[in-house]
């Protein structure tokens, strides 16, 4: 990658992020034309690999981004080092949310981008994904109180739970296509409720 983008103002770059963001969202891997992304940016196509020397540094140079931005974001909000699980996670979704007024394409860029099927990107993506996702994952169940979780939960079963429901739904909402976020966040706020309801110790 070119070093010349990062001395771009700070407006031009966003506005390169958000194309390539719409753009990869909006197709697979394969068939999202770097002119189409020079073209939303209101940059030349020359341009553009002047400062990304091919489709994929680009393409996982916006991923990469996904996670600095989230986690930024995240800390921002104070989701680390939360005691109670499902307050970390309503925070998060209003760090989330906004997320989406500054980055509209980016929440569907990410779940697009973790699906694609293009074996070279797959392959890169899987790996980033569990760097950060051990990253701060890990940190942040460290510091839960166990107390508060209903008796002889098995709490590490719970996660994976969770975890597997949230793929779950956003694999079918991939497949749907045109990811709608208000519904995933309501969606989300119903499952968040729903896990409280039977994880949480009743006062």
């Known amino acids: ?30 068939n999202s034309p770097m002119s189409e992304i020079a073209d939303a940016a209101g ?6 690999f002047h400062y990304f020397h091919n489709k994929k540094e680009l393409y996982m140079f916006l991923w990469d981004k996904c996670a600095e931005i989230t986690i ?10 939360q005691k109670d699980l499902f307050e970390s996670m ?34 890169a993506v899987q790996e980033s994904y569990r760097k950060y996702f051990n990253l701060k994952s890990d940190q942040t169940r460290l510091n839960l109180d166990p107390d508060q979780f209903v008796p002889g939960l098995d709490i590490p079963m719970m996660y994976r739970e969770m975890y597997w429901a949230s793929e779950g739904y956003l694999w079918e909402m991939v497949q749907r296509g045109n990811v709608d976020m208000e519904q995933i966040e309501k969606d989300f706020s119903k499952l968040i409720n729903f896990w409280k309801s039977i994880y949480l110790r009743k006062a």
């Open 43 to 48: 940059i030349s196509k020359s341009l553009l």
């Open 72 to 81: 930024a974001y995240l800390t921002k909000y104070g989701c680390y080092g």
């Open 90 to 123: 309503e925070k998060g979704m209003r760090a989330k949310m906004e997320i989406i007024r500054i980055y509209p394409d980016m929440a569907s860029f990410t779940i697009k981008a973790f699906y694609e099927k293009d074996a070279d990107i797959s392959a």
């Open 1 to 30: 990658m070119n070093e010349r983008f990062f001395s771009l103002p700070r407006e031009k770059q966003q506005a390169i992020i958000n194309a390539g963001y719409r753009v990869f969202s909006q197709n697979s891997y394969k």
